[in-house]
C-alpha cells in the first residue's frame, strides 16, 4: 500500500514540476488521472486543524476570516522509525524545514508573494511534501474555506470565486472529497456537503468528517450524524476532536492531542460504541487505505492514459527532430543529412512515390502539342507572302526549275515560330520543378527545425533549377535552329516535279507564279513544317528531360554541397541556429516523455505484482 501511494505521490510531484497539471491545460492529463483527496469545508469548520491531527505537526497559518487563500497541494511520506521528519517546497527545491513553525511562516510568504498582502485568493497551488515516520502516505490537498459574504478588503465575486476554485478540483472524477462540517452546526447548512452533493450526488466519493463534537449544547450528540441517519453518504462518516485554542496556545502537542481525542471517545457513553472508527488516527489510516483502493482500481486507465501520451509525445517529438550536434563535423553531418533527407523527397515526387510529377508528363503530352497546333502559319504562307519572298529570293535572275530559295526562306521563318511553344515548355517544367521544390522543403520536417538551413537549401535548389533551365532552354532552341539551318532533303526529292506533271519550264516566269503553282508551294511548305513539328514534339521533351528533370534529379545540390564544405563552424552553427520556441518544447517534450516513462514503468509494476 505505502509504496503504491508513494508512486502516485512521487508521480504527481514530477508532473507539478514539469507543469503537466490538470489546473493548466484543458486536455486530460497523467495528474487529472491520479486520485487526490481535496479537503473542503466552510471558515472556522476545523479543517486546518483536521490537517494538523493527520499530519501531527503545527504547520498551517490561523487566524481569522480566510486562512488559506492558495490551494495546498499536501504530500505525506512516511519514513523509517527514528528517521528525522521534515518538509520540502516544491518552489524550494533542495531546501530541508525541520523547523515547522518555518513551514508556517513559508506557506505565508509565499501565498503573500502570489496575492500580495491583502485578502484576495489565487488558484495557484502550493505544494508541500512532509517526510516523518508518524504519517500514512497520502496526498491531501487543502481548499481555502467556502465562504457566503465578502469581508472588507475581498472582491464581491469571492464567495463566487472560492466556489469555483473549490468545483474545479472536486468536480473531477478522481478526486476523493473530504467534506468536512462542524457537528454544532446543522448539516442541512454544511458548506461542505452543499457543494459535495452538487458534484457527487450519490456520495460515493464523499468522505464526511465530523469536527467540534466536544462542543456541542449539553444534551445533544452527533450519533445520529455519524451512524448516517442525518446524511447518508457511501463511507461511514468520522468523527474527531481537535485541540482547543487553549490547547493551541498552551503548545500541547499532537501526540498528547490525539491521546486525548481517544479518551474522549472511549469514555463518552454516546461515542463508545463508535469509537473504534473515530478520532485522526482512524481518519489518516482510513483515508491512505481507501486511496490505495482507489488507485488500484484506476491502474488501467492510468495505463491507456500513459501509454496513449507516449506516443503522442514521440511523435510530436519526431516531428521537431533531433538535437543539434556540438561538433563541427557533428553540424556538418546534421546538415548532409538533412539535405538527403530533402533531396530523396525530391526525387520521389519525380518518380511517382509522391504526387506532382505528374504534372511534367501532361507539358509534354499536352501543353506543348497544343501550343504546336495554335500556331498560324497563315501569314508566313499567305498568297501574298509566298509570292514576295519567291520573287525577292529569284533576285534579278528567275530560278530555272524550282524556287530553292524561296521555299528555304518561307520554311525558315515558318519554323522560327516553333521557338515561342519551345521555350513555354521550358519555363513550364522550371516552374513545376520550383513548385516540387517548395513542397518537398515543407515536407522535410528536419528542415521545418532550422529556418536558416530552410531558406539557403531553398535558394541553393532553385539557383541550380535556374542553371538547369537556362542550359535546357538553349539546347532546346538549338534543336528548333537546326530544323532551320539544315532541311530534309529527302522530303523534297520525292515530291513530284512540275516537268513530271507535264508543266512547260519555258513558260514566263511570271505565268509560272500564277495562284495553282503558288498555292502548291505552300502546300508543301506546310507538310514539311507539320513534319518538323512532329518531330520536335517528340526530340523537345528529351531535351528538357534531360538537362532539367535529370539533371535536377542528379546534381540537384551539388553547388551547394561544394559551398558548404568550405564554411567555417560559425557558419554552420547559424545555418542550425532553430527556432528557441521549439528547442525550448523538445527540452519540455524530452522532461515529459521521462517522467511518463518512468511513470509507465513503475505503474506496470505494480499492476503486474497485484
Excluded at 390 to 399: C, L, R, V
Aim: with cysteine.
Amino acid at each position: 500500500m505505502e509504496n503504491l501511494i508513494s508512486l502516485v505521490n512521487k508521480i504527481q510531484r514530477a508532473c507539478t514540476a514539469l507543469g503537466d497539471h490538470g489546473e493548466n491545460t484543458a486536455l486530460p492529463t497523467l495528474w487529472d488521472s491520479l486520485p487526490a483527496i481535496a479537503v473542503v469545508g466552510g471558515q472556522s469548520s476545523g479543517k486546518s486543524s483536521v490537517l494538523e491531527s493527520v499530519v501531527g505537526k503545527d504547520f498551517l497559518p490561523r487566524g481569522s476570516g480566510i486562512v488559506t487563500r492558495r490551494p495546498l497541494v499536501l504530500q505525506l511520506h512516511k519514513i523509517d522509525e527514528g528517521s528525522r521528519e521534515y518538509a520540502e517546497f516544491l518552489h524550494l527545491p533542495r531546501k530541508r524545514f525541520t523547523d515547522f513553525v518555518a513551514v508556517r511562516k513559508e506557506i505565508q510568504d509565499e501565498t503573500d508573494r502570489e496575492t500580495g498582502r491583502t485578502k484576495q485568493i489565487s488558484t495557484v497551488p502550493i505544494h508541500l511534501s512532509i517526510y516523518s515516520p508518524n504519517v500514512v502516505n497520502l496526498t491531501l490537498i487543502d481548499l481555502p474555506g467556502l465562504t457566503k459574504v465578502a469581508v472588507e478588503g475581498q472582491p464581491d465575486s469571492i464567495v463566487k470565486d472560492i466556489e469555483d476554485m473549490v468545483r474545479s478540483y472536486i468536480e473531477k472524477p478522481n478526486c476523493i472529497i473530504l467534506a468536512i462540517s462542524p457537528a454544532n452546526q446543522d448539516l442541512a447548512t454544511s458548506d461542505a456537503i452543499k457543494i459535495s452533493r452538487e458534484v457527487d450526488p450519490t456520495g460515493d466519493r464523499t468522505i464526511g468528517v465530523l469536527t467540534k463534537i466536544d462542543l456541542m449544547d449539553k444534551g445533544t450528540d452527533a450519533v445520529d450524524m455519524l451512524e448516517g441517519r442525518a446524511y447518508r453518504l457511501k463511507f461511514p462518516w468520522i468523527g474527531v476532536v481537535n485541540r482547543s485554542q487553549q490547547d493551541i496556545n498552551k503548545n500541547v502537542d499532537m501526540i498528547a492531542a490525539r491521546r486525548r481525542e481517544r479518551e474522549y471517545f472511549n469514555s463518552t457513553p454516546e461515542y463508545k460504541h463508535l469509537a473504534h472508527r473515530m478520532g485522526s488516527e482512524h481518519l489518516a489510516k482510513m483515508l491512505s487505505k481507501h486511496l490505495e483502493t482507489v488507485i488500484k482500481s484506476k491502474i488501467p486507465g492510468i495505463q491507456s492514459l500513459i501509454n496513449k501520451t507516449i506516443a503522442e509525445l514521440e511523435a510530436e517529438q519526431t516531428r521537431l527532430g533531433k538535437p543539434v550536434a556540438a561538433d563541427a563535423g557533428g553540424k556538418l553531418y546534421s546538415i548532409m543529412e538533412i539535405c538527403r533527407s530533402f533531396d530523396q523527397i525530391f526525387k520521389d515526387h519525380l518518380d511517382g512515390v509522391r504526387p506532382g510529377g505528374d504534372k511534367i508528363y501532361n507539358v509534354f503530352d499536352n501543353q506543348l502539342p497544343a501550343a504546336l497546333k495554335r500556331l498560324q502559319f497563315d501569314k508566313q504562307l499567305s498568297m501574298e507572302n509566298i509570292r514576295k519572298l519567291i520573287t525577292e529570293a529569284d533576285g534579278y535572275q528567275p530560278h530555272l526549275i524550282a524556287p530553292e530559295q524561296g521555299y528555304r526562306r518561307l520554311i525558315e521563318s515558318s519554323l522560327i515560330t516553333i521557338r515561342g511553344p519551345a521555350e513555354a515548355a521550358v519555363d513550364a517544367v522550371h516552374s513545376l520543378l520550383k513548385d516540387l521544390i517548395h513542397k518537398s522543403i515543407s515536407e522535410t520536417v528536419d528542415l521545418k527545425q532550422y529556418p536558416g538551413l530552410r531558406v539557403e537549401v531553398g535558394a541553393a535548389a532553385v539557383d541550380s533549377l535556374e542553371r538547369m533551365r537556362d542550359e535546357s532552354k538553349r539546347a532546346t532552341l538549338q534543336l528548333v535552329d537546326m530544323e532551320c539551318g539544315y532541311l530534309t532533303v529527302d522530303f523534297f526529292r520525292k515530291l513530284p516535279q512540275d516537268v513530271d506533271k507535264g508543266g512547260n519550264p519555258t513558260h514566263s516566269i511570271f505565268d509560272r507564279y500564277n495562284d495553282s503553282y503558288l498555292r502548291r508551294i505552300g502546300t508543301t511548305i506546310l507538310s514539311y513544317v507539320n513534319m518538323v513539328c512532329a518531330t520536335l514534339r517528340h526530340s523537345i521533351p528529351k531535351s528538357i528531360v534531360y538537362c532539367q528533370v535529370r539533371e535536377a534529379k542528379r546534381s540537384l545540390l551539388d553547388h551547394f554541397f561544394t559551398d558548404l564544405g568550405k564554411m567555417e563552424t560559425k557558419r554552420l552553427s547559424s545555418l542550425l541556429n532553430e527556432d528557441p520556441a521549439i528547442m525550448e518544447r523538445r527540452s519540455a517534450l524530452a522532461k515529459r516523455l521521462e517522467l511518463y516513462r518512468s511513470a509507465q514503468a513503475e505503474i506496470d509494476a505494480v499492476a503486474w505484482s497485484k
